[in-house]
């Protein structure tokens, strides 16, 4: 139980162009889903957290307008990096935590890692 | 959250127990002590929380000090596949997860 799955797992696309990563819960209702970023040999840096049906809560110093983020569903979450550019590049970690068993756990999703050309 | 404090890297011997220390000394009586892991490229990987009392489950168990202040996480039988590394965190149930530095396990044949 408590699965998270992320698609695609890698994308590459040219710089200017907007990217979509989806995350979903498997096997429970996601109430607060959570986005990382995490660059090479670094710690996991918590981007933004979304609660179903409400705007997101973007940590300091991530753009809200470049990093859209929608929780449209108790299962699905959704990032989109808008006119991404090399800097952009990176591993997205998607993290959820449901209702009501899980709610003191958060668990995270395999990762998607976007490159930028 | 409470901040918490691990040793940059361990080794460990295949078949031994890993012993991966965590200090959290400024922890609050509300505040959880959680145990993930990611192994290279990977998402993290949930693995073990308390509160006070020892845990185990089928991946690790967790050793929390009476007075709260440090806790071990023990790897009873390390594999290579335990390899990677290892993060230690205090926090409420409903806090996020903050992620540290955290302690990169080798495990070594």
């Known amino acids: 139980g408590a699965v998270v799955s992320q698609h695609p797992s890698w994308v590459i696309c040219k710089s200017g162009t907007s990217v979509k990563i989806e995350c979903r819960s498997l096997d429970f209702q996601a109430t607060t889903m959570f986005w990382y970023r995490q660059f090479p040999k670094q710690s996991l840096m918590l981007m933004a957290t979304?609660?179903?049906?409400?705007?997101?809560?973007?940590e300091q110093g991530v753009e809200k307008d470049k990093f859209l983020i929608n929780h449209a569903s108790l299962t699905l979450s959704t990032l989109t990096v808008t006119s991404a550019h090399p800097e952009d590049s990176s591993f997205y970690i998607c993290?959820?935590?449901?209702?009501?068993?899980?709610?003191?756990?958060?668990?995270f999703g395999p990762g998607t890692r976007l490159t930028v050309l | 959250d409470a901040k918490t404090t691990q040793p940059t890297s361990m080794d460990c011997a295949e078949g031994r127990a890993a012993n991966l220390p965590c200090n959290h000394s400024?922890?609050?009586?509300?505040?959880?002590v959680y145990w993930y892991r990611q192994i290279h490229s990977q998402g993290p990987q949930y693995i073990i929380h308390g509160l006070k009392n020892n845990e185990t489950n089928e991946m690790a168990s967790l050793i929390i000090t009476e007075d709260r202040k440090s806790s071990t996480l023990i790897l009873p039988h390390a594999t290579l596949r335990d390899t990677a590394v290892y993060y230690c965190i205090a926090k409420t149930s409903y806090d996020k997860v903050i992620f540290g530095p955290g302690t990169s396990l080798s495990v070594i044949p």
């Open positions: 979304s609660n179903e049906g409400s705007k997101a809560t973007y």
């Open positions: 400024t922890i609050s009586g509300n505040e959880y």
């Open positions: 993290s959820a935590r449901g209702a009501p068993q899980r709610t003191d756990t958060q668990y």
